[in-house]
């Protein structure tokens, strides 16, 4: 199980850190991810992390804002954002995935979901 937490609300230009912390199960094995889903939007993909933490991937919009880590003995994920911009405000989930090895964008590749936190960002 995945529990999300850290979001909130924060105006434009502000940070906010989103951590996942793992339950009844360890997730260092897992390459893992963070998605978020807008009001009437679908879900997207906004960044990745080999379960080393040695490769990451972000989506192009988020790509120099935010930075995605870990911490193995923790068993967390975290999502350091900066420069929040309204259009950023969503749901964020984090998520584990089935396979290791390559990192996916694609929802359908992730097979453990955490319950989503709020954030919200006013202009």
């Known amino acids: 199980q995945l529990q999300a937490c850290g979001g909130g609300l924060v105006q434009a230009g502000g940070s906010l850190r989103l951590s996942c912390a793992g339950s009844?199960?360890?997730?260092?094995?897992?390459?893992m991810g963070w998605f978020r889903q807008a009001p009437g939007k679908e879900r997207e993909f906004v960044a990745s992390?080999?379960?080393?933490?040695?490769?990451?991937d972000y989506a192009d919009v988020v790509e120099g804002r935010f930075t995605i880590s870990r911490d193995n003995a923790k068993n967390t994920l975290y999502l350091q954002m900066n420069g929040l911009k309204p259009e950023d405000t969503a749901v964020y989930f984090c998520?584990?995935?089935?396979?290791?090895?390559?990192?996916?964008?694609?929802?359908?590749?992730?097979?453990?979901w955490g319950q989503g936190t709020e954030v919200t960002v006013s202009s």
């Open positions: 998520a584990a995935q089935y396979l290791s090895g390559v990192l996916y964008r694609n929802p359908s590749q992730y097979a453990y």
């Open positions: 009844g199960r360890t997730f260092s094995s897992d390459n």
């Open positions: 992390i080999t379960w080393s933490g040695t490769r990451t």
